[in-house]
């Protein structure tokens, strides 16, 4: 039985990629391989990232993001596109799991859901940041969905 870490890249309220998560959540709780699906609700917690406080004693905010990494048997990402590429603030988080051993060889897939023709920027820096980690990116777990025709961009 699996542990998975649900990493969403929003911090906004009514975030669309948190409702997919927190539906991934629905989901494995029926599922026969998955144990738990944990919700990382630390994101908008962590520092900047600055190489000068990846040292011990580490932020707290980055000792919960690591021990929830190597406490997962496996991460699921669903992240939003900003400017054709990934959130400042999931870059950051990303950033945070280089200094560590956490995520290296740890099965990891993602769910982007995006308007037909778009996302294509966020799932390619997703995957050349997390091969630079070290993660083990699953095929089969990355999956791309088109929003429908009634999801209206607000800019
Ligand atoms: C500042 C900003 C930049 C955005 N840039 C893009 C973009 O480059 N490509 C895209 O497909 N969507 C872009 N969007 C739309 C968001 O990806 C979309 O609203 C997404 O649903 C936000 O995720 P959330 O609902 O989980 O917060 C942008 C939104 C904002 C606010």
């Known amino acids: 039985m699996a542990q998975v870490l649900l990493l969403c890249g929003s911090v906004?309220?009514?975030s669309s990629n948190e409702a997919m998560l927190?539906?991934?959540q629905e989901v494995a709780r029926d599922a026969q391989n998955v144990d738990s699906a944990v919700f990382y609700e630390g994101l908008g917690e962590l520092p900047h990232?600055?190489?000068?406080?990846?040292?011990d004693p580490l932020p707290k905010a980055?000792?919960?993001l690591r021990s929830a990494i190597a406490e997962a048997d496996a991460v699921l990402v669903?992240?939003?596109e900003y400017a054709g590429?990934?959130?400042g603030s999931?870059?950051?988080l990303l950033d945070w799991t280089v200094g560590g051993t956490e995520i290296c060889d740890k099965p990891t897939g993602w769910i982007n859901a995006a308007n037909p023709g778009r996302g294509e920027g966020a799932v390619a820096t997703l995957r050349l940041v997390l091969e630079y980690t070290g993660a083990a990116i699953v095929e089969d777990a990355c999956v791309r969905i088109a929003?429908?025709?009634g999801y209206t961009r607000k800019h």
């Open 85 to 87: 590429t990934l959130p």
């Open 62 to 64: 980055v000792t919960e």
């Open 78 to 80: 669903c992240t939003p």
């Open 90 to 92: 999931f870059k950051n």
């Open 49 to 55: 990232f600055n190489p000068d406080l990846d040292a």
């Open 22 to 24: 927190r539906l991934v």
């Open 12 to 14: 906004r309220k009514g």
């Open 147 to 149: 929003r429908g025709p």
